[in-house]
T-cell receptor, first 113, second 115 residues
Framework: EAQVTQNPRYLITVTGKKLTVTCSQNMNHEYMSWYRQDPGLGLRQIYYSMNVEVTDKGDVPEGYKVSRKEKRNFPLILESPSPNQTSLYFC????????????FGDGTRLSIL | KQEVTQIPAALSVPEGENLVLNCSFTDSAIYNLQWFRQDPGKGLTSLLLIQSSQREQTSGRLNASLDKSSGRSTLYIAASQPGDSATYLCAVRRRGGGSNYKLTFGKGTLLTVNP
């Protein structure tokens, strides 16, 4: 089954403790992206990747890092999480070109205390 | 900068009613427009994708239209059911200018269908 898998689905942690949210897709998609969703602000893009070793900032990249060492995986790294990063996070992927639909994971709810 | 607006922000209807959700966007240079459904605390389910060259797409009781020149899309839901209750999100995918094919989302319409 074609899917985008995120882990963990839920995480409660404390300020400053490094964490990684994993994202994996089994559709051989080149393009992957991370979004965060906040009440009243909607979904906003954090980082994206056009292919292996090609990543760039989205609209709200501060406090986040990503890597793309393999085509299927695109982890989101919070080196020193802060409470303002408490949010619902989504990973998405799609084929090229840009007219292809984006497929989303089920989301990761992060709470930073 | 692309901006996407969805009206209304919330809508409550009785079961069986036909309804229309509206989406407008400011920049017509798009690849496509996608409608999603989101249940509380859950992920995004893609409902319909309309390419920039298309006028409409249909899936079951759903019909989405696109008027790129005026920057508008509508999602029509026929014979609504309580199971249709969810937040509906509209998103446009940019075209041209740089390498990011990101989606720009509206803030959604919260639909409640009452039995």
């Amino acid at each position: 089954e074609a899917q985008v898998t995120q882990n963990p689905r839920y995480l409660i942690t404390v300020t400053g403790k490094k964490l990684t949210v994993t994202c994996s897709q089994n559709m051989n998609h080149e393009y992957m992206s991370w979004y965060r969703q906040d009440p009243g602000l909607g979904l906003r893009q954090i980082y994206y990747s056009m292919n292996v070793e090609v990543t760039d900032k989205g609209d709200v990249p501060e406090g986040y890092k990503v890597s793309r060492k393999e085509k299927r995986n695109f982890p989101l790294i919070l080196e020193s999480p802060s409470p303002n990063q408490t949010s619902l996070y989504f990973c998405a992927s799609s084929l090229f070109p840009g007219n292809q639909p984006q497929h989303f994971g089920d989301g990761t709810r992060l709470s930073i205390l | 900068k692309q901006e996407v607006t969805q009206i209304p922000a919330a809508l409550s209807v009785p079961e069986g009613e036909n309804l229309v959700l509206n989406c407008s966007f400011t920049d017509s240079a798009i690849y496509n427009l996608q409608w999603f459904r989101q249940d509380p605390g859950k992920g995004l389910t893609s409902l319909l994708l309309i390419q920039s060259s298309q006028r409409e797409q249909t899936s079951g009781r759903l019909n989405a239209s696109l008027d790129k020149s005026s920057g508008r899309s509508t999602l029509y839901i026929a014979a609504s059911q309580p199971g249709d209750s969810a937040t509906y999100l509209c998103a446009v995918r940019r075209r041209g200018g740089g390498s990011n094919y990101k989606l720009t989302f509206g803030k959604g319409t919260l639909l409640t269908v009452n039995p």
